[in-house]
């Protein structure tokens, strides 16, 4: 699940940078433990800024889902030079959230307790 918030716009050396607010939670319904490796997300905005964020983990974590915690739920936030635009992951495996601002649509990078990754 993705809800993004519109923060405001603020003036930075006389150019509007418009700030966005991101909360994602992500839920294992299998039976399987995995982990949360990676994500590697593109940021467009409509006055035609393409940026790719990469790293390991997200927020500077690498969660654990299991039956007995299930869930992830995190924030972060991105910043536009317009007023509205995209954000999404690179691949296009997972559905997620369309509105005013964003469209959420890719995979984040998981792994098992016996080492197998992949995407979902």
């Known amino acids: 699940t993705v809800i993004p918030f519109y923060m405001g716009c603020r003036e930075h050396q006389q150019n509007p940078v418009y700030w966005w607010r ?6 294992n319904m299998g039976d399987t433990s995995v982990q949360l490796r990676e994500r590697n997300w593109r940021i467009f905005s409509l006055s035609g800024n393409l940026e790719t964020v990469r790293g390991r983990g997200v927020v500077g974590q690498e969660p654990m889902l299991s039956r007995d915690q299930p869930a992830f ?3 972060s936030h ?3 030079q317009a007023p509205s635009g ?5 691949e296009d495996k997972y559905s ?8 959420f649509r890719g995979t984040f ?3 098992r307790q016996d080492g197998y ?4």
Do not use: K, N, P
Request: charged content about 25%; hydrophobic content about 45%.
């Open 109 to 111: 990078r998981m792994e």
């Open 96 to 103: 997620g959230v369309e509105d005013d601002f964003a469209f």
């Open 22 to 27: 991101y909360c994602i939670r992500l839920e």
């Open 73 to 75: 739920q995190y924030s």
């Open 78 to 80: 991105v910043s536009l």
């Open 86 to 90: 995209h954000m999404w992951l690179v």
């Open 117 to 120: 990754a992949f995407d979902c």
